[in-house]
């Protein structure tokens, strides 16, 4: 039987384990990479430290119309067939309390190093600086024309081109169009871990403040998501990976013409009311000091007077002329600070994309296309988008193993 001939677009995660896994299948595989390299956005992962998946993956950490559309390719490629996979490339693990997963060397580049090795070892026939303009099908197979005017001929197509998040890295939505032109709907498409903008005319008073503390998302006045952690203000709002975590929920929030709150917990080893004791406790033994002088040492010197003009009292204010209500608020907006969510930074600054290929036109055991036969999808593009830490990268892996491994077979 002649070897089937599969053609890859895009050389990210997603497309290199495609490409590795049909490979090994037996197919002729072509990456076609718009870039000058394969694996750009792979350097950028986990801080340049590339955590390669998370050991606590579970379907609760996906998110999209149909989160449960992932499970079939997780339980295929899952966390432990991960991890086994990249020893026997090379990569020794190293696993963090949050379940996230490092290489050893804590490189980014060892991953790419590897994976760019073993694709070379297979004899994967890698294009770059490949533009992909369209994609036409007739009986014999597909004809994927580029920018330049080259053509390839093949007789699958795995689209692994990613979504909107990062374009420095080479995404740019250009999948989206390559997939409607096969009759694809999308669904509409939003940053999914990004910094937030906040209301306020005293951010770029507290810009570059970081705290360990507890964001909370709330909506109607319910609690919808939180997360601690590290969290930085800025000029424009806030960030930190709790902040991250949120930010999808928010932005969903504010697309529906709805106004999310973002509620931060400064201090949040204390309740409220254990907070409001310790504070009646602290300022007895400082009864001569300011109120701004008193709270030295609590937290962080920079939000002292922002957070006493907030809450309408004088930083001048002797602590021993501070009234019970007034230790309550202090009190109060330490553990219960609340901003307006306005918004969100540029898809330059996002981490990942919300939305994408709606899955219901997609098989799910397969990843290939309901609509084209032949015709796959993997990663990022899919309306399947995972929690910070790992997870994306694991939807990477088993998208991309479930198309190479169903693109290279008959």
């Not at 504010?254 to 310790?278: A, D, M, Q, V």
């Not at 033994?285 to 002292?304: E, P, Q, T, V």
Request: contains cysteine; hydrophobic residues 40%; aromatic residues 8%.
């Amino acid at each position: 039987m002649k070897a089937k001939d599969v053609i890859i677009i895009g050389g990210g995660a997603a497309g290199i384990m495609a490409a590795i896994v049909a490979k090994r299948q037996g197919a002729n595989v072509v990456v076609l990479e718009r870039n000058p390299r394969i694996g750009k956005k792979i350097l950028a992962t986990g801080n340049g430290r590339c955590n390669y998946t998370n050991s606590f993956t579970d379907i609760k950490n996906y998110h999209g119309k149909n989160s449960k559309f992932a499970y079939s390719s997780l339980s295929q490629f899952g966390v432990k067939e991960t991890i086994d996979f990249f020893e026997r490339l090379g990569i020794a693990h190293a696993v963090e309390d949050n379940g996230k997963v490092f290489p050893l060397s804590f490189q980014a580049s060892s991953v790419l190093d590897v994976l760019r090795y073993e694709l070379e070892e297979l004899g994967v026939d890698i294009i770059c600086d490949a533009y992909v303009k369209n994609i036409e099908k007739d009986k014999k197979g597909f004809l994927v024309i580029l920018k330049d005017g080259r053509t390839k001929n093949g007789d699958a197509v795995i689209l692994a081109t990613g979504g909107k998040a990062m374009p420095s890295s080479g995404s740019d939505g250009n999948g989206y169009a390559l997939a409607k032109n096969f009759g694809h709907n999308i669904v509409e498409v939003f940053p999914g871990l990004v910094q937030l903008k906040l209301e306020g005319d005293f951010l770029k008073a507290i810009d570059g403040v970081k705290v360990v503390g507890t964001a909370t998302l709330l909506h109607r006045g319910k609690t919808v998501k939180q997360d601690t952690g590290d969290i930085l203000f800025t000029n424009y709002g806030i960030s930190g990976p709790p902040v991250l975590q949120l930010s999808r929920s928010a932005l969903e929030i504010l697309n529906k013409g709805e106004k999310p709150i973002l509620k931060i917990s400064i201090i949040n080893t204390k309740k409220k009311e254990e907070l409001f004791e310790y504070l009646k406790m602290r300022f007895s033994y400082m009864s001569k000091k300011s109120i701004d002088i008193a709270l030295i040492g609590l937290i962080n010197k920079r939000l002292i007077n922002v957070i006493l003009k907030e809450i309408n009292i004088d930083k001048n204010k002797k602590v021993a002329n501070l009234s019970n209500e007034e230790i309550e608020e202090i009190a109060n907006i330490l553990t219960d600070w609340r901003f307006k969510v306005i918004g969100s930074k540029s898809w330059d600054d996002a981490q990942v994309t919300a939305g994408g290929i709606n899955t219901n036109e997609i098989d799910s055991k397969t990843m290939e296309s309901k609509l084209i036969k032949g015709l796959y999808f993997a990663g990022e593009m899919v309306d399947i988008d995972g929690d910070c830490g790992g997870f994306n990268l694991q939807w990477a892996w088993s998208s991309g193993y479930v198309a190479g491994i169903n693109a290279a077979l008959d």
